[in-house]
C-alpha cells in the first residue's frame, strides 16, 4: 500500500470517527435541550399568600416566582388528605383508580406496577431526587426517615430532621398534649433557620443544584417536598413577629354558616377543636402564618440556588401543595373537608421561555401535573391519564381545557360499615357535592355570587328554581362521567399490605 493510499485511509477514518462523534455530541445536544424539572411542594398550605391575594400573609419568594409564571387561580387537589392527594398526584391517577384513600399506604401496595411521575422521567435518563416529603409522612414523627416513601421513584433520597423534630417536641404547645402531627400545636423557636427541617431541604436542594450544575450530562428532576405549614407550626420567632396577635382573622358566624350543610360535610372536625377559645384561634392563625412565610424564605432560597448555578433557563419550576386548609371556616380546623379552602391548592408553574405574571382562571387539578410536566419536556409515557396537560394553558392563559376539577373523600374510613363517600365538582362557576350519591346530603354553591360557600342552592325539601334544577342535573351527569372514568371494571384496587420495594432489575 502507497503512503498516498495510507493517508487517504487514514483521512477517511478520521472522517468516520468525526462523523461518529459529530452525531454523538448532536445527540447530547438534543438531549440536553430537555429541560429540568424543580418540583417544589409544601405541606398543608392553602391560598392564604401573598400572590392569592391575601392581604396579610407574607409570601414574597413564592410570589415572585408568580411573577415569572402562570398562577392557577383555580387548583384542586383530587383528595384533601396527605397520603392519598400525593398517591393521586404522583401517579396521575384519581384516588378511585390508585385506592389509596387513607394515610400511610402507598401505590405500590395496590397498583404495584404503576410508574410514578418521577419514576417516568427516571426511565428516560432524568437523574430523579427526592429531598424531604413527597409521599405520605408521618409528621412529626417521621420527619428524618423516608416515610413511606417510593424508592423506584428517586436514585437519590435526602430525608434531614431539624431541631423542629429532635430537640424542641417537648417545648411546643398542642391541644392534646404530646400530640402534634394530627392536633393544633405550635411554637416560636429561638432557634435560626439553619437549624430546621425545611432549611435544611433548601441547604440540601442548593447542595442537589452544584452537582447537577457541575456534571449536567443528564436532565434532572429534582422534587422538594417541604414540612410547613403543617402542624406543629413550628418556626423561628422572627417569623412570627409581622403578625401582631390582635390583628389575626378570627372567623365569627360559623354556626349560622353551617346551617344549610349535611352533616357528613362537617365530618372533619376534631373533639378537641371545642376547647380552641378566640385568643388560642388567634395564635393558632398566626403560628400558621408564621409557619408559611419560614417555608417562604426557604423556597426563596432554592429558586436563588436555581439562578446561582445557571439553571433556571432550562428548568420548568412547578409550586404546590397537597390540599388546602381550614382556619375556623364553616367552623373548621386543618383539612378533609370538600368546602373550597380545603379542596383547594396554590399552583404556580414557570416554564423557561414562558412570559410571566400569567393567571390561569379554568379550573385544574394536581391530577394534572404528571401529564403536564411530562409533556411539556417530552417524556414518553405508554400508560392511563386521568388529568390533562396544562401546557397549552402555559402559552395561553385563558385556555378553558377541560374546564372542572373533581375532588373526593372518604368518611368513617375506619369504620367499613359507615363509610360515606363524598364527591365534589368545581366549575368555572358552581360547585357541586354529592354525599353516598346525594343519599346523605347534597350541597351546590354559586361563586359568582357565594365564593365563600355560605349559602347551599339544594338546601330544604322545597321546589327548586329550574335554573338551580338544571344545573345540578348537568354537574350531577358531570361529577357521574368522571367518576365512572376513574373507577376500575372491578372497583378500587386492594390495599395489600407488603413490602413495596419492586424489582427495579426488571421495572
Ligand atoms: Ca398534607
Not at 417569623?239 to 362537617?266: C, H, N, Q, S
Not at 394534572?368 to 392563559?397: K, R, W
Not at 368545581?426 to 357565594?450: A, C, I, S, V
Amino acid at each position: 500500500m502507497s503512503s498516498a493510499q495510507h493517508s487517504r485511509i487514514y483521512c477517511l477514518i478520521i472522517v468516520l470517527l468525526c462523523t461518529a462523534s459529530l452525531s454523538n455530541s448532536q445527540c447530547f445536544a438534543e438531549e440536553s435541550r430537555q429541560p429540568n424539572v424543580l418540583f417544589l411542594i409544601s405541606d398543608d398550605l392553602n391560598t392564604r399568600i401573598g400572590c392569592y391575594g391575601d392581604p396579610n400573609v407574607k409570601t414574597p419568594n413564592i410570589d415572585r416566582l408568580a411573577a415569572r409564571g402562570t398562577r392557577f387561580e383555580n387548583a384542586y387537589c383530587q383528595f384533601p388528605l396527605c397520603g392519598p392527594s400525593r398517591n393521586s398526584m404522583l401517579c396521575g391517577l384519581y384516588p378511585d383508580a390508585t385506592g389509596i384513600l387513607r394515610n400511610a399506604q402507598i401505590f405500590r401496595e395496590t397498583i404495584p406496577t404503576r410508574q410514578s411521575l418521577s419514576h417516568a422521567f427516571r426511565m428516560q435518563g432524568y437523574f430523579a431526587a427526592r429531598i424531604g416529603k413527597l409521599y405520605h409522612y408521618n409528621v412529626p414523627r417521621s420527619v428524618g426517615t423516608n416515610g413511606h416513601d417510593d424508592p423506584a421513584s428517586w436514585e437519590l433520597e435526602i430525608s434531614p430532621a431539624g431541631c423542629d423534630r429532635l430537640i424542641e417536641e417537648p417545648d411546643i404547645f398542642s391541644l392534646k398534649k404530646g400530640s402534634f402531627g394530627g392536633t393544633l400545636s405550635w411554637y416560636a423557636s429561638p432557634r435560626p433557620d439553619e437549624l430546621h427541617t425545611d432549611a435544611i431541604l433548601a441547604e440540601e436542594a442548593d447542595w442537589v443544584l452544584d452537582r447537577c450544575a457541575k456534571k449536567n450530562d443528564r436532565p434532572f428532576f429534582l422534587a422538594v417536598g417541604f414540612f410547613r405549614p403543617h402542624t406543629p407550626y413550628v418556626a423561628p420567632a422572627k417569623y412570627f413577629e409581622p403578625y401582631d396577635l390582635k390583628d389575626m382573622p378570627v372567623i365569627e358566624g360559623a354556626d349560622v354558616d353551617v346551617r344549610d350543610v349535611p352533616p357528613p360535610a362537617l365530618l372533619s372536625r376534631k373533639k378537641e377543636q371545642d376547647l380552641l377559645t378566640d385568643d388560642l384561634s388567634r395564635q393558632a392563625i398566626q403560628a400558621y402564618y408564621a409557619s408559611t412565610t419560614f417555608m417562604d424564605a426557604q423556597v426563596g432560597k432554592v429558586l436563588d440556588s436555581l439562578d446561582r448555578h445557571g439553571l433556571a433557563d432550562n428548568t420548568i419550576v412547578v409550586f404546590t401543595s397537597d390540599h388546602g386548609y381550614h382556619l375556623g371556616e364553616k367552623g373548621l380546623w386543618q383539612k378533609q373537608s370538600l368546602f373550597e379552602q380545603s379542596a383547594r391548592v396554590p399552583l404556580i408553574i414557570a416554564a423557561p421561555g414562558s412570559s410571566g405574571g400569567k393567571v390561569a382562571s379554568s379550573p385544574v387539578g394536581l391530577v394534572d401535573l404528571y401529564p403536564t410536566l411530562t409533556d411539556f419536556c417530552n417524556v414518553e409515557v405508554d400508560a392511563e391519564m386521568h388529568g390533562q396537560s396544562l401546557v397549552p394553558m402555559l402559552d395561553d392563559a385563558s385556555y378553558q381545557g377541560r374546564g372542572y376539577a373533581i375532588s373526593q373523600v372518604l368518611r368513617n374510613a375506619r369504620k367499613k360499615d359507615k363509610e360515606i363517600n363524598g364527591y365534589t365538582i368545581r366549575t368555572p362557576r358552581y360547585r357541586l357535592t354529592l354525599w353516598d350519591e346525594g343519599k346523605k346530603g347534597r350541597e351546590l354553591y354559586d361563586h359568582d355570587h357565594d365564593p365563600l360557600e355560605q349559602t347551599n342552592l339544594l338546601y330544604g325539601d322545597g321546589a327548586k328554581d329550574a335554573n338551580t334544577a338544571s344545573v345540578e342535573r348537568e354537574l350531577t351527569n358531570l361529577l357521574h362521567a368522571e367518576m365512572k372514568k376513574a373507577m376500575p371494571a372491578d372497583g378500587r384496587p386492594e390495599v395489600k399490605n407488603q413490602n413495596w420495594v419492586i424489582d427495579l432489575t426488571n421495572p
